[in-house]
């Protein structure tokens, strides 16, 4: 047919449950096929329908979207030219039918983890000014459900009116990461779980306490090594200790290296002696010694709970000096609440809060700054000490010391919040 406009002509839009058994036929009438599954694409193309899975006399085979259009009478129908080729398993496609339904996926727009029921497709405007098939949405409410249960045995005006009353509940498909726990199809959803590590830390803590093992090592592997390990930090201990344990000794080692060390150290502290040395050995030489010297302590000692991670300059310096030391410090900037001043010995002198650093001129001594009653504790003091300590001073960080007055580390609010939790 010369000139034809392959375009949906009815529907605008449609259900993969509505669509799923469609057949197709030549231009002639003769059946060619049905319709087994849809196609879609990844990455720049993302939600773009490629290709209609067809069942034929042949097994499955592929045809381009676009060498397809519905009939009035609702089939489909292929083009004079239409090449079909035969599906080989390899394909770098999300297969609609094969992938989502049923599966479980991330609603990274509602931080939640829910059930894919149905996906609706829907004909929108090219780049060419022809019409694209696209996912708009999944369907993960009611409505879904009741299509996938009564489609085949009601009428599909009967079916589309019943669920046509019912509430949607639905996630445009920007807003969806996929779980994929194949590994020879994990790096073609990377671009979809580059939206979940946008997500913060403790919402991907959230999304994986609801998750199956499996697919919670899934998502943990997907993430950079920093988001993973601030997501780790966010999940309680037995958790913590499945995830790592489901890990390879290098991939374990890559995220604990960029976790606080205390919360490495405590990690470590909880899984047997033979996985905790095979991690230390694939970890950073400055890390592992870092580490290695907190799991000395006792946890629920002050040094236990502390990190040393923090902020500490001599005691003549100034705020210009303190600002450079802040601008150098490689680890986790948000959590410092204050500099440490220090003499030759690493004896604590003083604690300065950033609040009154910011406030004051470049030139002016820190020492001036410092508060006058340091508020610290020793090292071999019991974690409920320091929880009363944080309470009554309303602390926001707690310098520990040895017998000597020298600084050894930092106990920060939320370790302390930490332990309190684990033991409620």
Not at 369 to 383: F, T, V
Request: with cysteine; net charge negative.
């Amino acid at each position: 047919m010369p000139g034809m406009k392959y375009l949906p002509a009815e529907p605008v839009a449609q259900s993969l449950t509505a669509i799923l058994g469609t057949p197709i036929t030549s231009v002639r009438g003769r059946l060619r096929g049905r319709l087994k599954d849809v196609a879609v694409g990844t990455g720049t193309d993302a939600g773009r329908v490629a290709g209609l899975v067809l069942k034929t006399r042949k097994g499955l085979e592929l045809v381009a979207s676009k060498e397809v259009r519905w009939t009035p009478g609702g089939a489909l129908e292929l083009r004079p030219d239409a090449v079909l080729n035969p599906l080989h398993g390899d394909e770098n496609y999300i297969f609609l039918r094969q992938d989502l339904l049923d599966r479980q996926i991330i609603d990274v727009h509602g931080r939640k983890v829910v059930r894919v029921n149905d996906v609706n497709l829907r004909w929108l405007p090219d780049h060419d000014s022809t019409e694209q098939l696209c996912v708009s949405e999944v369907e993960v409410g009611l409505r879904g459900a009741v299509r996938r249960l009564f489609t085949g045995t009601l009428p599909r005006r009967t079916l589309e009116s019943l669920v046509s009353k019912l509430p949607p509940r639905v996630i445009p498909w920007n807003f969806v990461d996929m779980i994929e726990v194949d590994p020879a199809r994990r790096v073609k959803l990377k671009i979809e779980h580059e939206r979940l590590a946008q997500l913060h830390p403790s919402d991907i803590a959230d999304i994986l306490e609801d998750l199956a093992p499996a697919e919670r090592e899934a998502v943990l592997r997907t993430l950079d090594e920093e988001v993973a390990a601030e997501t780790l930090e966010e999940v309680e201990p037995r958790l913590q200790k499945s995830l790592v344990q489901a890990l390879d000794s290098e991939t374990a080692a890559s995220i604990v290296e960029e976790m606080d060390p205390s919360a490495a150290a405590d990690l470590l502290a909880e899984l047997p002696e033979e996985r905790s040395e095979a991690i230390l050995d694939e970890m950073g030489p400055e890390e592992r010694e870092e580490v290695k010297e907190l799991l000395e302590f006792r946890e629920n000692s002050a040094a236990g709970r502390m990190t040393t991670e923090y902020v500490a300059v001599p005691r003549s310096a100034t705020v210009a000096d303190g600002i450079r030391a802040l601008r150098g410090f490689e680890g986790d900037s948000e959590t410092i609440t204050e500099i440490y001043l220090i003499d030759e010995a690493e004896v604590l002198h003083g604690v300065v809060p950033l609040a009154r650093l910011v406030l004051a001129r470049p030139e002016t001594r820190l020492e001036v700054l410092s508060d006058p009653r340091i508020i610290s504790c020793r090292a071999d003091q019991h974690e409920n000490d320091v929880a009363e300590l944080f309470d009554k001073y309303n602390l926001r960080a707690l310098p520990v010391v040895d017998g000597s007055n020298r600084l050894v580390g930092v106990v920060e609010a939320d370790h302390v919040i930490a332990f309190l939790r684990a033991r409620a």
